[in-house]
């Protein structure tokens, strides 16, 4: 199965910036979907970011909206996630994942490792 390895995660200050990269062993078909999760200490793992291989449409769930930007650089196979005025409440792993839509889990068919990002106060 495809590979994935997220990178560029550290910690930061409140309204610092980071850049996270999830790049992947082989091609991801164009009509899949490239998703940004991520889980807080003791919490859920949630959606944040998600487009489209063929990068025709992008999703960001309300509490990033505004501030992450996802991209991608499909003929290098890797994907960015571009997050900034981070906030405390953005703490936490941050994976990578293939799917047939954006945030649903039951729908994911590959997962990268993680990268942690820890936004101090």
């Known amino acids: 199965q495809v590979q994935l390895v997220e990178s560029g995660g550290g910690s930061v200050q409140t309204g610092g910036s980071l850049r996270l990269s999830c790049a992947a062993s082989?091609?991801?078909?164009?009509?899949?979907?490239m998703n940004w999760f991520r889980q807080a200490p003791g919490g859920e793992r949630e959606g944040v970011a998600c487009?489209?291989?063929?990068?025709?449409?992008?999703l960001y769930s309300e509490p990033v909206k505004g501030r992450f930007i996802v991209s991608q650089d499909r003929d290098q196979n890797a994907w960015n996630l571009q997050m900034n005025s981070l906030k405390p409440e953005d703490t936490g792993m941050y994976y990578c994942?293939?799917?047939?839509?954006?945030?649903?889990?039951?729908?994911?068919?590959?997962w990268g490792s993680g990268t942690q990002v820890t936004v101090s106060s």
């Open positions: 082989e091609n991801i078909p164009s009509n899949l979907y």
């Open positions: 994942a293939t799917g047939h839509y954006c945030f649903r889990q039951q729908e994911i068919v590959g």
């Open positions: 487009i489209r291989v063929d990068a025709d449409f992008t």
